[in-house]
Each structure stands twice: as structure tokens, then as C-alpha cells.
T-cell receptor, first 114, second 108 residues
Framework: DAGITQSPRYKITETGRQVTLMCHQTWSHSYMFWYRQDLGHGLRLIYYSAAADITDKGEVPDGYVVSRSKTENFPLTLESATRSQTSVYFC?????????????FGQGTRLTVV | SQELEQSPQSLIVQEGKNLTINCTSSKTLYGLYWYKQKYGEGLIFLMMLQKGGEEKSHEKITAKLDEKKQQSSLHITASQPSHAGIYLCGAANNDMRFGAGTRLTVKP
């Protein structure tokens, strides 16, 4: 199916564990983004990528690692999960022409760190 | 980095009333997105504005980007319960940052 998919949709993990959230898009969009959403904070940018092998920090990158070896995938890894990383995570992608059109969002991953 | 500030943070209106949500940028906007979200769900694209003075409409929702391109307003006419949700503005830059959102409640 065409689109942008996140997996898993729900995840419970323990403090200190490593966890990876997956994001896959089928359009070959150049840009991809990771956000976290917490009550009262809207969407906060964690990392973004303009192309394969190019990644940049956003507003709240600490405690997160990303990679983009293939255009269609943009995994987000929490190296050692903390309770403050309990949140809803959204992945997004935007076309190669740049941000002149709609950006597409995944359905989100709800992560709980206990 | 570009900061987007939305106002108000939350809004409660009676069904049928008009309302306006504002989005102010700390820097010139080269493009601005408006999205709607039911809390915890995915984002629904409403519209994108690029040119100063540009105005777009989607059903009963109208958004405008001011000429100086540092502020946008989103106006809902004759609000309905289906308009309830979180409205988010985002800058169409390489690092696509968003405001904190405006939570809209529409009372029947």
C-alpha cells in the first residue's frame, strides 16, 4: 500500500532499554521527519533528513539516534529509554520538490516507558 | 531557528459561532501549513500558504498569510462539533517546525 507507515503503533518498554521506532514511506520523498507530541507542546521536531545519508538535529534530539541508509526508511532509536520519553511519536515525509506541497504524516506510535 | 507561536492555546465556542486562530512566526515564512488533529491521532492536511496576502479556503475554514509573511490566521465560519480538535501551524522549511497547537472545543 502506498503511503507512510509507522511501526509499532503501540510499545511499552522498560527504562534503560533500547527501542527502535520504524518509519517507511513508499513515495521516494526526499524529506523525512520525526516528531514527538506531548500535551501542551504540540509537535516538537526531533530529527529530520533531507535525503539518504543526510540527517540533522531538530529541537529535542537528546537521547535519540536516527539513520537513513535508504530513502524510504527513517528509523528512530532511543538508546536508553527514560520515562520522559513517554510520548506519541510521529513520522512525516515531504516530496523531492521541497516543501511546496503537503507533508504526509504517519498514524503515530504511542510509546510508554515504565 | 524559526519559532511559531499560536494563539489562543485553547478555545471553547458555541456551535454556530465564528472563530479565529493565529500563528506568528519569529522569522519570515516561506510557506505555512495548517493541519488539524484529533488528539493522539494522525494529522489531517488543511491547506498550505506560500505567497504574502494569499488566502485559501477549505469548506468553512479560511486561512490567510499576511503580506509581511510572518503571521497567518485561520478562520472558521459557523463552527460545528466536527471542527473540534487541535489545529497546528507548521513552517514549510527544511526543518518543518510546528507551533504548540490550539485546542478547539465546539459546544453543541
Amino acid at each position: 500500500d502506498a503511503g507512510i507507515t509507522q511501526s509499532p503503533r503501540y510499545k511499552i518498554t522498560e527504562t534503560g532499554r533500547q527501542v527502535t521506532l520504524m518509519c517507511h514511506q513508499t513515495w521516494s520523498h526526499s524529506y523525512m521527519f520525526w516528531y514527538r507530541q506531548d500535551l501542551g507542546h504540540g509537535l516538537r521536531l526531533i530529527y529530520y533528513s533531507a535525503a539518504a545519508d543526510i540527517t540533522d538535529k531538530g529541537e529535542v534530539p537528546d537521547g535519540y539516534v536516527v539513520s537513513r541508509s535508504k530513502t524510504e526508511n527513517f528509523p528512530l532509536t532511543l538508546e536508553s529509554a527514560t520515562r520522559s520519553q513517554t510520548s506519541v511519536y510521529f513520522c512525516a515525509s515531504a516530496p523531492p520538490s521541497g516543501l511546496n506541497t503537503e507533508a504526509f504524516f504517519g498514524q503515530g506510535t504511542r510509546l510508554t516507558v515504565v | 531557528s524559526q519559532e511559531l507561536e499560536q494563539s489562543p492555546q485553547s478555545l471553547i465556542v458555541q456551535e454556530g459561532k465564528n472563530l479565529t486562530i493565529n500563528c506568528t512566526s519569529s522569522k519570515t515564512l516561506y510557506g505555512l501549513y495548517w493541519y488539524k488533529q484529533k488528539y493522539g491521532e494522525g494529522l489531517i492536511f488543511l491547506m498550505m500558504l506560500q505567497k504574502g496576502g494569499e488566502e485559501k479556503s477549505h469548506e468553512k475554514i479560511t486561512a490567510k498569510l499576511d503580506e509581511k509573511k510572518q503571521q497567518s490566521s485561520l478562520h472558521i465560519t459557523a463552527s460545528q462539533p466536527s471542527h473540534a480538535g487541535i489545529y497546528l501551524c507548521g513552517a514549510a522549511n527544511n526543518d518543518m517546525r510546528f507551533g504548540a497547537g490550539t485546542r478547539l472545543t465546539v459546544k453543541p
